[in-house]
Every structure is written in structure tokens, then in C-alpha cells.
């Protein structure tokens, strides 16, 4: 009967204790918040809609079997927040810019031509995510594509279904802190033999840093922030 009672004493005491472990709230997952600011001034958070740029101060390169177009300049891609605050966050990228719009030359060492004019063709959906991945991902069933003219005349078009990256922070010209950057590197695409010449390389693989600004109406940009808690 004694052990019978410990018993019973011993089984309510888990069922209590199981109670108080149900009822206790979740840890709350970690998000991404995503501000502008610039020095001292107080960050102000990223709001729905927000403009931002995605811009490339370095280069970016699409390496064609021993050979490269090679673009720099003014140039990037730009878009508007959808999510923020997330364990993903969100940014819709409509178009290339500068140089990835076309509207200036690209180096080139293939045969096809000296020079090329590059465009991105979107939109995607860039996804900055709580654990240092940043995608870049099409519309299902959409054609998205990266268009290569070169001055030789060949045309050649690349899907850009998806690109899979990483983001980071660093601290930018002493004045910016946990500043946002981006890098997309060894990024095979296939080449879209509908609408391309018979002498485009079959893939390309592209390369290319980014970092990410936020646009004001007045036309200022700032350099986005991201922290994760």
C-alpha cells in the first residue's frame, strides 16, 4: 500500500510539473530586422513598400569557359520591401540598373565581341533569411532572364531561375555599422536556346557582391542595417 501511495505521489508531481512546462511561453525565434541610419542618429526600421537598391561598387561577371564579360560602373538592381521582421525577409527585385540594364557597355574576353550590353530581366523576390542565406528567386513558371549582346551581334539569353548566396555585415566608412552586404558566387545558368544564337556558350557562371541601400523619396540612399535577435 506504501509503495502504491509513493507511487501515486510521484505521478501527480509529473503530471503538475508537465502542466507548468505547457503552460510556460515558447522561446520566440529569432528575426531579422532590417533599419537605415548612418553615425549617431537613431536607426528608423524599414517599413512595407520601402524602395531599396541592390547596388555593385566592385564587379560582376558572368565567366564563359575561359573567358569573361566583365561589368562595372553604376549598377545594381532595384526593388521594395514586402516583409520585414521575419525569419525571412522579403524584398521584390523588379530590374537590373546602370550597367545590368543595358544602357552601358560590359568588357568582354570571348570572341563574340569586345564589348556586350547586359540586362536583368525580372522580377524576383530577393529572401534574406535569420541565418546568413540570401536567395534570389523567379515567379514559378516565370521566364526571368539575363540578356548578353555582344558587339560581334550574337544574343544570348540566360535563365536566372534562382540564385543562392550569402549575406553578412560590416562596418562601412567608419560611419555605417552592421551594414548589409551580399556575395552570389559560382552561379551556373543555363542557357535559353530559344531566343539565343547559335554561338552562345551553353552556361555562364556569374559572380557578383551586392550591397543593400535604401532609397528615400527626396533620392537619398542609406545603407541598410540588419540584425538578427
Not at 55 to 79: I, K, P, R, S, Y
Not at 138 to 147: G, R
Request: proline share 3%.
Amino acid at each position: 500500500m506504501r509503495r502504491l501511495k509513493i507511487m501515486g505521489l510521484a505521478l501527480v508531481f509529473v503530471l503538475a510539473l508537465s502542466a507548468v512546462v505547457a503552460s510556460a511561453p515558447a522561446a520566440a525565434s529569432p528575426t531579422l530586422h532590417l533599419g537605415w541610419g548612418a553615425g549617431e542618429e537613431p536607426e528608423a526600421a524599414v517599413t512595407a513598400g520601402a524602395n531599396f537598391e541592390m547596388n555593385n561598387f566592385t564587379a560582376v561577371t558572368f565567366e564563359l569557359g575561359g573567358w569573361a564579360v566583365t561589368c562595372t560602373g553604376n549598377q545594381g538592381l532595384v526593388g521594395s520591401d514586402e516583409t520585414n521582421n521575419e525569419k525571412t525577409d522579403k524584398i521584390k527585385l523588379e530590374a537590373g540598373y546602370g550597367t545590368l540594364s543595358g544602357s552601358e557597355l560590359c568588357s568582354s574576353s570571348l570572341g563574340l565581341g569586345s564589348t556586350a550590353k547586359v540586362e536583368f530581366i525580372g522580377p524576383w523576390t530577393l529572401a534574406l533569411s535569420t541565418n546568413k542565406k540570401a536567395e534570389m528567386l523567379a515567379p514559378k513558371k516565370a521566364l526571368v532572364l539575363v540578356y548578353i549582346e555582344f558587339s560581334g551581334s550574337e544574343k544570348c539569353f540566360y535563365e536566372l531561375k534562382k540564385l543562392k548566396g550569402t549575406w553578412a555585415t560590416e562596418k562601412y566608412e567608419s560611419l555605417y555599422n552592421d551594414t548589409l552586404t551580399m556575395n552570389f558566387a559560382k552561379q551556373k545558368l543555363k542557357l535559353y536556346k530559344r531566343e539565343s544564337g547559335g554561338l552562345c556558350p551553353k552556361t555562364t557562371t556569374l559572380n557578383a557582391p551586392f550591397q543593400l541601400q535604401y532609397a528615400e523619396e527626396e533620392g537619398g540612399l542609406w545603407y541598410v542595417r540588419a540584425t538578427v535577435s
